[in-house]
């Protein structure tokens, strides 16, 4: 077998401008991927975080060698081999090696003829819904995207707060979904004194859990929150590779595990047995993706708790179709194709 592989950047403008505590963005770079074995062609993208170190240029450099090393493995079905070879040729990088591992396994399930979910041996009636995101906006904005949000049938909201109007924003948010629930991601912003005090706030308001209150530099802040806070926390920033889950294991009630986090879908997976060891609840969250990255973290979804996997749905227009979410439900059995489900619309 021959394995031959390209990638191409995408830009992809968003429906609505997205702000988190750390600032907002109108478009998002993604870098998609493929790696064929002749015949078939499997897909998949990085979306790279600045927050994490990388950029679309920094994966387009590093994706050559990347893509050279899975060329030289050449059985996309050792993805064992090819995880290794990865790591071998180019440190960090985990959302490059996310695409590349993406492609991999949805060339290696569409050889298999099979989707995805049945690679990691998956249930796809076991699957739950995803939360919708509101970002950070005028008041009235927020209020308005949580209305929409509603109204489209989404059940499950998240909402960015880190703002000098967090109180403000909760009782919109709360007002127009009054029946959803409600998740809040503060993205690192507050003091672990104020997280407290907010979290008083948000149990007020019946918000399921508060994600990542404070810093990830000092591991005390989210312990010190995680013994006080009124509502359950969940560490994103705080917990980005497998090392991390023990570390924020008494720190935490849920992990955020993300592709382009920890590099890929079989490593999102020994995150998520870790983070079970340990007695900790799962979510899996996401970039801003096109589909030809999320597709595959949906076929994850019968081992989690919880899901944020609406980075496409933010997109004004998304290039590829993916696994199907009616009402933000992850729809497994909705994939009508092997692999991912993947593929240019
Ligand atoms: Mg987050």
């Not at 889950?245 to 999102?268: F, H, S, T």
């Amino acid at each position: 077998m021959t394995l031959t592989a390209a990638f191409e950047r995408v830009s992809l403008p968003l429906a609505h401008p997205f702000g988190i505590s750390r600032g907002t963005q109108t478009t998002a770079e993604n870098v998609v991927v493929r790696v064929s074995d002749g015949e078939r062609t499997g897909v998949g993208a990085a979306a790279p975080s600045t927050y994490y170190g990388e950029t679309a240029a920094t994966v387009e450099a590093v994706l050559p060698d990347l893509l050279d090393a899975c060329e030289a493995v050449d059985d996309p079905h050792n993805l064992d081999g090819i995880d290794a070879r990865l790591d071998a040729v180019v440190g960090d990088n985990p959302a490059a090696k996310a695409a590349v591992r993406i492609a991999c396994c949805d060339l290696a399930a569409k050889r298999l003829d099979v989707p995805l979910y049945r690679l990691f041996g998956l249930d796809p009636g076991e699957t739950i819904t995803s939360s919708y995101t509101v970002g950070i906006d005028e008041t009235d904005v927020m209020r308005e995207r949580a209305e929409e949000a509603v109204d489209a049938g989404y059940a499950v909201l998240k909402t960015k707060v880190g703002t000098d109007r967090d109180e403000e924003i909760l009782e919109a948010v709360r007002g127009a979904a009054p029946d959803a629930r409600v998740r809040v991601d503060a993205n690192a912003a507050w003091t672990p004194r104020e997280a407290v005090e907010m979290s008083e706030v948000l149990a007020a308001y019946d918000v399921e859990f508060l994600e990542q209150p404070v810093s990830p530099a000092n591991p005390d802040d989210l312990r010190y929150v995680y013994e006080r806070s009124a509502v359950p926390i969940a560490a994103d920033e705080s917990c980005v590779t497998l090392p991390d889950v023990p570390r924020v294991a008494d720190a935490c009630d849920v992990v955020n595990v993300k592709l382009m986090k920890c590099g890929g879908p079989r490593q999102a997976v020994e995150m998520i047995h870790a983070a079970r060891a340990h007695g900790l609840e799962v979510m899996l969250g996401c970039m801003i993706e096109t589909n030809a990255a999320i597709a595959a973290a949906c076929h994850l979804a019968p081992l989690l708790d919880y899901a944020d996997l609406d980075g496409s749905l933010l997109l004004a227009e998304d290039p590829y179709e993916g696994v199907p979410l009616p009402d933000g439900r992850i729809d497994l059995s909705g994939v009508d194709a092997p692999g991912t489900g993947a593929r240019a619309r």
